[in-house]
């Protein structure tokens, strides 16, 4: 029994009108046509959203979890990004 | 994957493993992992996935006599979900390296287990009644803890999975209150479902915590967040009040209100039986995967046709 491999794509819903489309897992699929389909039955059963995409899992390009140091810590140390280092007089009131 | 195979490398990766563990950290697929944690995990999901899609079996043999249009749109709508839980189950699985091509095989072959609750046949319309009550009940129970598993595919699967379910287990107990209160063939026809349903829901928790083969591992890793018996002893003590309600009676002489614990003590489970079912010998382990097998070999033609159309599609746009 060696069959041919169904392609695998990710799965994004978009919740309502307004927000962003957002990840909800993966279907496999002939086409983007049948990915659709599958995805509709698969993740919408209970109006979780009003829109669908499908992108073939293999476009993705994803960041190393080896890398996470080198990319995200130095976020952390620069706290003057966030509006919370500064202090306001008080009587300048709200900023 | 690791290609670095050097000893102290990997018991430096394993403790920090552990210590995000510890620290109720997510691992997710890229991560590295210890072989044994990948290995339990791909058993144990897609051991669930299997259930969910093998599940889909027993209750679909009541769909084309549902005795009413509105219990047969639940119905179908139960079944349909059992079938988008097995998909979420196997994808999760399938981020840890295992393709569902093989997951699909090792199902067919027999090489991978599915619940054993499911070997069990459903002889009237009061066994679907049950199964939502009594087995849907205790898949719940079990799957609540799973939602904070270690690793993130497979909780948050279960997170989904847990929402959607909760239907199965009310609109189960619906069916076995109404009968229950409807004529005396009714409800004879209840507790003869119960009769034979009590005891392997009670097996579908597994071994007792001193016979589980699995456990230690499990629970270090975050796995498995509460025991067997710890599991089945919280289901039986919410279930015990509600076939009271109903009116049935649990088969069991030895079932008694222990008042020192606060809990129900049970006789003991059969597990000579369990054993056998588990090793293929229950009512319909045969019929089963032979049903399985048809519908997947039935089913070849179009799967074929599918990726035939496709690659000509692909083919003509160049």
Redesign the interface.
């Given at each position: 029994m060696t069959e041919a491999m169904t392609p695998l794509w990710e799965v994004f819903i978009r919740a309502k009108a307004g927000l962003a489309h957002r990840h909800v897992g993966s279907v496999h699929a002939a086409d983007s046509e049948m990915a659709l389909q599958a995805a509709r039955d698969v993740y919408t059963r209970r109006g979780e959203g009003v829109s669908l995409w499908v992108v073939p899992s293999a476009a993705i390009t994803a960041s190393d979890p080896g890398d996470e140091a080198a990319l995200f810590e130095p976020a952390s140390t620069k706290p003057y990004r966030h509006p919370t280092f500064y202090t306001v007089p008080k009587e300048v009131g709200d900023m | 994957m690791d290609d670095i195979a050097n000893p102290a490398d990997d018991a430096a990766r394993l403790a920090r493993f552990e210590a995000r563990v510890a620290r109720e950290d997510k691992i997710?697929p890229?991560?590295?992992m210890p072989d044994a944690y990948r290995r339990t995990l791909l058993r144990q999901i897609s051991q669930h996935g299997h259930s969910e899609i093998v599940g889909m079996l027993p209750e679909g043999n009541w769909l084309t006599r549902a005795p009413s249009l509105r219990r047969k749109a639940i119905l179908l709508?139960k079944v349909?979900?059992e079938a988008?839980h097995g998909?979420?189950l196997y994808?999760a699985a399938?981020t840890l390296g295992i393709?569902?091509?093989e997951l699909t095989?090792q199902l067919?072959t027999g090489a991978a287990k599915y619940s054993s609750i499911f070997n069990y046949p459903t002889l009237s319309w009061a066994d679907v009644g049950a199964i939502g009550w009594l087995v849907d009940g205790a898949a719940i129970m079990n799957q609540i803890p799973l939602c904070r598993c270690s690793y993130g595919p497979y909780a948050r699967?279960m997170i989904r999975i847990c929402k959607?379910e909760s239907f199965h287990q009310r609109q189960g107990f619906e069916i076995m209150l109404t009968l229950s209160r409807g004529t005396q063939e009714q409800k004879a026809m209840a507790q003869d479902a119960l009769d034979r349903w009590w005891w392997p829901s009670l097996m579908m928790f597994g071994p007792h915590d001193s016979q589980s083969p699995h456990t230690d591992n499990s629970t270090r890793w975050k796995i498995k967040r509460v025991s067997n018996d710890e599991l089945r002893k919280r289901f039986i003590d919410a279930t015990v009040p509600q076939s009271r309600y109903l009116g049935l009676t649990i088969p069991d002489a030895d079932l008694a209100f222990d008042a020192a614990s606060g809990h129900w003590r049970t006789g003991e489970i059969d597990w000579e039986e369990f054993r056998r079912v588990v090793a293929g010998d229950g009512p319909c382990n045969r019929e089963r995967l032979a049903d399985r097998r048809a519908a997947h070999d039935d089913g070849?033609w179009v799967?074929?046709a599918?990726?035939a159309?496709?690659e000509k599609?692909k083919s003509s746009r160049r």
């Open positions: - | 997710e890229n991560d590295w709508a349909q979900d988008g998909l979420y994808g399938e393709s569902r091509e095989e067919l699967a959607e070849a799967r074929e599918a990726l159309y496709a599609r």
